[in-house]
């Protein structure tokens, strides 16, 4: 298939540009920007001076497959991914069982292949069965197709076991993605620490916890020059000590939630537990500083830490609730919010929600260039509308977005240069 996208307001991550133009596809690449008239044959979509954009590259996405099937599967997910304008997503081994052997990596490569309609690739387990005492098989993992080795939001306690995964990783140029919060201080804690913690009663940890476990992340990579990705960077005092890191020289970057940058410790309000997320919300000085970060391309990657979760792990007290929620379909109406209010352009948004991550894991997605994949979201950044959970494609519906007021509506995506999703007309 051949398409002309015309009169398109083009937001290119790569330039840093917003400009109206044309672009032009064949076979699943790009083929031309700015082209004067379409080429022969081809068909011609009318953008009609909406934003055409690469489409969003969401890195840590929980699949409930296997083990958690009525949560989420690939199939829903590839729907719910492909209406919010995300072409690859890169899911978590945080499975039943997990990702920490070659024989379920290929089954979820199988799986994921024949169900969903987006691209997807994989993560596996830095240790065997995310227990942090054995390192898993990370050469076999790597030739199976795995991009890169985490244990999810369980860190690894034991620091040598930490450094010989750390040591291995670098011998097989493999990236290594952490959590950073030290896991003492962390336990049992449910929101931030501070006044309103103590208001609700609630149990709160210290931001200094992500700050100590960053430092040691950091001293381990100084030791053995690993490549390192930290999942979620949420507090303003560890800015200084990522900021150093790459003074230095080290092969560090590190991504944040879009819920991080959205929203803050009082949305919790009275024990909503669609709010209760891993980390915590934060305050909303250190939301600001974050924002900021990104601003400065300090922080690399907005993506969604997509987790779904059924009613009934939801509608429990807070303390016992599940963490986590969706966000594979409000990636994007998150993201106009910080758009809207003058924090961020659509470039800079566009560099951090599809370029960056894309680079770090050595996809070739995420730009509008001649060659790149045709991966594409077309969207209109101003479409007001109430956000309705039931609405959603993904099978759990616990966002924290229910019933908000929001701006952006993915209107079509393309993955490869054909259509996977298309807004029906109001």
């Not at 291995?168 to 493999?174: E, H, I, P, R």
């Not at 566009?350 to 960056?356: G, K, T």
């Amino acid at each position: 298939m051949t398409l002309f996208f015309s009169n398109a307001r083009l937001i290119d991550p790569e330039a840093g540009t917003d400009t109206i133009g044309t672009l032009s596809t064949a076979d699943g690449r790009i083929t031309a920007i700015n082209r004067a008239s379409p080429p022969v044959g081809a068909t011609v979509i009318d953008c009609r001076g909406k934003c055409l954009a690469p489409g969003l590259v969401d890195w840590g996405v929980h699949v409930g497959e296997p083990g958690a099937r009525h949560k989420e599967s690939f199939k829903t997910a590839g729907l719910a991914a492909a209406a919010g304008g995300v072409t690859t997503f890169i899911t978590r081994p945080d499975t039943h069982p997990a990702v920490d052997t070659p024989e379920v990596l290929d089954f979820l490569r199988r799986r994921a292949s024949t169900e969903t309609v987006v691209n997807i690739r994989h993560m596996a387990t830095l240790t065997r069965g995310r227990e942090g005492r054995e390192m898993a098989e990370i050469g076999f993992l790597l030739d199976a197709g795995a991009v890169a080795f985490t244990d999810g939001d369980r860190v690894v306690r034991d620091t040598k076991v930490l450094g010989r995964c750390l040591t291995y990783a670098k011998s097989l140029g493999a990236l290594v993605v952490a959590h950073p919060q030290e896991p003492g201080l962390s336990a049992g804690a449910v929101v931030t620490s501070g006044k309103f913690a103590s208001l609700r009663g609630l149990p709160g940890v210290s931001p200094m916890a992500e700050r100590m476990a960053f430092d040691r992340d950091m001293a381990l990579i100084e030791m053995t020059g690993a490549r390192y990705h930290a999942d979620q960077i949420t507090c303003a005092r560890t800015l200084p000590a990522l900021e150093r890191a790459k003074k230095n020289g080290l092969d560090v970057t590190a991504g944040v939630s879009i819920h991080h940058l959205t929203l803050n410790e009082f949305d919790v309000g009275d024990y909503r537990t669609f709010f209760k997320l891993t980390p915590p919300l934060r305050s909303e000085d250190d939301r600001i500083a974050v924002i900021q970060a990104v601003a400065d391309g300090l922080i690399d990657v907005i993506g969604t830490m997509h987790t779904p979760q059924d009613e009934e792990s939801k509608r429990l007290p807070f303390e016992e609730a599940a963490p986590g929620a969706v966000g594979l379909e409000t990636l994007l109406p998150a993201a106009m919010r910080l758009y809207h209010a003058g924090h961020l352009t659509l470039p800079q948004l566009w560099r951090a929600m599809a370029l960056n991550p894309a680079r770090r894991l050595g996809l070739a997605c995420g730009r509008l260039s001649p060659r790149a994949p045709a991966d594409l979201v077309l969207f209109d950044p101003d479409a007001p509308f109430v956000l309705d959970r039931f609405s959603l494609l993904s099978k759990s519906k616990n966002t924290p977005f229910d019933g908000t007021r929001m701006e952006g509506k993915v209107l079509a995506t393309y993955v490869a240069g054909q259509p996977v999703y298309q807004r029906e007309a109001a």
